[in-house]
DNA sequence: TTGTTAATTGGGAATGAATATCATTTTTAC
DNA sequence: GTAAAAATGATATTCATTCCCAATTAACAA
């Protein structure tokens, strides 16, 4: 889920320009979410947060990242996971292949299908903010070794 | 969430197919999913086949709907939200629109989008097993409204 | 700076959805 | 029919998330 047209501006920008005071604590948690690649959900957030502030709480973890996707300046997944998984909105826009083996999951962008989703959103007058798509099945290499 | 090809065939079909055992509790909770044409929630469930069993227990319904989403014989969405929603596997496959607004949930179908998704997956070598695309945005009653 | 007010926070309690347990009931296989 | 296996209801338990409130920190005018 990404409203694109984001890149450039830092994830603390982003927040301040919604109106979020830029505590300390929050500093820290929107480094840990910067700072990673993939995708945490929130233990993960917590658990590497605590590398930097010892004194954080758990409980700031969850209401500082409750905030940010209340304020859409951070993406999240669930794929068809349990718990949900953040991941900074500096990447680009992208989708989602998940292995249901290995539970690997790797980000891909086709723009023809970006474009097509433009198209078919207008086409149905539906006013179209943010999208998610997940592919479920194989990676190459479970697709491989399942033979 | 589809895999496609199950049209003709009731979920109560499929559940014996997988090899669940057709109890009544679990037949009065397979024909509660097929008979709602949207997304019910587990509490959605529980009241509805207590309608027709006053008996059954919530615990029954969950064990029954995880069941079934083990086995992939019911479809099931979180739509951003908390819980989970399921739905019948009758229905062909669709995708949604999710107004952010008023929440309402319309399903669709494109035909050259679902091609592209193979095609996307493919050329990234990944096995597609089934796929889930939700538009997240106004509907078009939200976004006349809000002009 | 300093003082005043509002916002944030830590820690622990409360909540509540989901699961586990276990005695009882139902289903299956013979 | 009987015996073994599976499913169920009621309730206890788990555990992620939220709530509560006193203490801390941030914002900001003087
Ligand atoms: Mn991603
Ligand atoms: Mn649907
Ligand atoms: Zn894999
Ligand atoms: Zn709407």
Redesign the pocket.
């Known amino acids: 889920m990404k409203n694109g047209a984001r890149k450039g501006k830092s994830l603390a920008q982003l927040c301040v320009e919604k109106g ?7 500093k820290v948690i929107i480094n840990v979410i910067e700072k990673d690649p993939g995708h945490l ?3 993960d957030v917590y658990n590497r947060a605590k590398m930097e502030d010892s ?6 973890v ?3 990242l ?1 905030l940010m996707r209340d304020y859409n300046v951070i993406d999240h997944h669930s794929f068809g996971q349990e ?2 998984h953040f991941e900074s909105p500096m990447k680009s826009h992208h989708d989602h292949f998940v292995c249901n083996e290995c539970g690997k999951i790797t980000e891909f962008t086709d723009n023809s299908l970006e474009k097509l989703k433009i198209n078919v959103a207008r086409s149905h007058d539906f006013e179209m903010h943010s999208h998610r798509l997940e592919i479920y099945g194989l990676c190459s290499d479970c697709s491989k070794t399942s033979q």
């Open positions: 979020m005071t830029l505590t300390k604590k929050r959900n929130t233990e004194s954080i709480s758990i409980a700031t969850y209401r500082s409750k718990h949900q």
